[in-house]
């Protein structure tokens, strides 16, 4: 929790925020790239392996990755920028 404050505590105190998080981050971790590893990484382990009781596994572990770091982590961004730009205004 501690962590959480502190990001927002830096996004607060920077001058100049990004509107979107992913303006923030480089190319090898966009949503683009985060989708094509999560589709290949599931893929690639069942045509090697054609085992079920691991691919299923390590989908299930990517679409929690998905889940956090494509739409919690993004929305707690947005609302803490839309917050600091209310703050300013008044």
């Known amino acids: 929790m501690r962590e959480n404050e502190e990001t927002t505590e830096q996004i607060a105190s920077s001058s100049q ?3 979107s998080l992913w303006q923030t981050k480089p190319w090898w971790c966009q ?27 390590v989908a299930s572990a990517i679409a929690l990755w998905w889940i956090l770091f494509l739409g ?3 929305a707690q961004y947005a609302a803490a920028v839309e917050s600091h730009k209310e703050q300013n205004m008044s």
Not at 31 to 57: D, M, Q, Y
Request: charged share 5%; hydrophobic share 60%.
């Open 17 to 19: 925020i990004a509107s």
């Open 31 to 57: 949503p683009w790239s985060i989708v094509l590893t999560g589709l290949t990484i599931p893929t690639a382990s069942w045509l090697l392996l054609h085992r079920l009781w691991i691919t299923l596994p």
């Open 72 to 74: 919690i982590v993004p």
